[in-house]
Nanobody
Framework: QIQLVESGGGLVQAGGSLRLSCAASQRPIETRAMGWFRRTPGKERELVATISRGGVTPDYADSVKGRFTISRDNTKNTVYLQMNSLKPEDTAVYYC????????????WGQGTQVTVSS
């Protein structure tokens, strides 16, 4: 059972930046696809960004393309989400997710970290 712990959330003004981190309890994470999702009250959970096992093919929601960057450091068992040019509509709880080893379906989830962007 892999555990994921997010950090780096907080309050930021519109136009600002935050970097979220997701630390995994088990090695190696390079066998897993990793992703960031977000949820706001009354809305469905939204995929924000994903990164493949090899880290070669990141993918992003249209709403964050050009502003957010997902990356992974397998030596640190950590995945990051760099968020720039933040907008009030980015306000949400952000969740880290991991697939099973060599899988593609997200099976493990962190507890979430709150990101609030003020206008």
């Amino acid at each position: 059972q892999i555990q994921l712990v997010e950090s780096g959330g907080g309050l930021v003004q519109a136009g600002g930046s935050l970097r979220l981190s997701c630390a995994a309890s088990q090695r190696p994470i390079e066998t897993r696809a990793m992703g960031w999702f977000r949820r706001t009250p009354g809305k469905e959970r939204e995929l924000v960004a994903t990164i493949s096992r090899g880290g070669v093919t990141p993918d992003y929601a249209d709403s964050v393309k050009g502003r957010f960057t997902i990356s992974r450091d397998n030596t640190k068992n950590t995945v990051y989400l760099q968020m720039n040019s933040l907008k009030p509509e980015d306000t949400a709880v952000y969740y880290c997710a991991a697939s099973r080893a060599y899988g593609s379906t997200y099976a493990y989830w962190g507890q979430g970290t709150q990101v609030t962007v003020s206008s």
